[in-house]
């Protein structure tokens, strides 16, 4: 697609259910990356996938979160028995493979635990 | 380990002044620089980026910025800021492993008001 598409743009949740989160990359774009934003927080590395190579989930907070991607494009992150610190926008990025181009984003998901 | 320090938190400046949005960063080879803004309700986009070669970059909407290794700094500037470029502003810096980039680390960043 033209852009990184990330869905859904809003998700209110209750305590304890799991979520998913879907990023649908540029076309052509081999790396992916996952970030969550909190208030105040600035933009926290969660998990990066670069083609076909082991993601690096050093970012990750906790084993609650996890992170797949299918086919080296859509890219799923899911996150199990969501707490209300877990509260944030959860922006997607990917980027050529060859280059330092910096990201293209997506507008985010917007996650409320209640 | 790789940081960026964005020291203002918040600036406020009149239309039509000058900017300067601060940024300094710990790494230790040659970085890559990057300035993102995000608007309200909306994702973040990239201003401008730095590599290599002339210290000084221009991106879009008017913004430069110029690296300075000795002071490893990478501050973004505007000659004359307009009301809509009140936004938040991200520095970041990157490495570069085997031909692929690896992630970015992000600073806390500069939220810009505009007063008339």
């Known amino acids: 697609g033209a852009g990184v598409s990330q869905s859904p743009s809003n998700k209110v949740t209750e305590k304890g259910k799991d979520v998913e989160l879907r990023c649908d990359p540029i076309?052509?774009?081999?790396?992916l990356y996952w970030y969550r934003q909190s208030l105040g927080q600035g933009l926290e590395f969660l998990i990066y996938?670069?083609?076909?190579?082991?993601?690096?989930k050093s970012g990750l907070p906790s084993d609650r979160f996890s992170a797949e991607r299918t086919g080296g494009s859509v890219s799923t992150l899911t996150i199990q028995r969501t707490q209300q610190e877990d509260s944030a926008v959860y922006l997607c990025?990917?980027?050529?493979?060859?280059?330092?181009?910096?990201?293209?984003f997506g507008s985010g998901t917007r996650l409320t635990v209640v | 380990a790789q940081s960026v320090t964005q020291p203002d938190i918040h600036i406020t400046v009149s239309e039509g002044a000058s900017l300067e949005l601060r940024c300094n960063y710990s790494y230790g080879a040659t970085p890559y620089l990057f300035w993102y803004v995000q608007s309200p309700g909306q994702g973040l986009q990239l201003l401008l980026k730095y590599f290599s070669g002339d210290t000084l970059v221009q991106g879009i909407k008017g913004f430069e910025a110029e690296f300075k290794r000795s002071q490893s700094s990478f501050n973004l500037r505007k000659p004359s800021v307009h009301w809509s470029d009140a936004a938040e502003y991200f520095c970041?810096?990157?490495?570069?492993?085997?031909?692929?980039?690896?992630?970015?680390?992000f600073g806390k960043g500069t939220k810009l008001s505009v007063k008339p």
């Open positions: 076309s052509g774009h081999t790396a």
């Open positions: 990025a990917s980027s050529p493979k060859t280059g330092a181009y910096g990201y293209t």
């Open positions: 996938f670069q083609g076909n190579s082991a993601p690096d």
């Open positions: 970041a810096v990157g490495a570069y492993y085997g031909g692929s980039q690896g992630n970015l680390i």
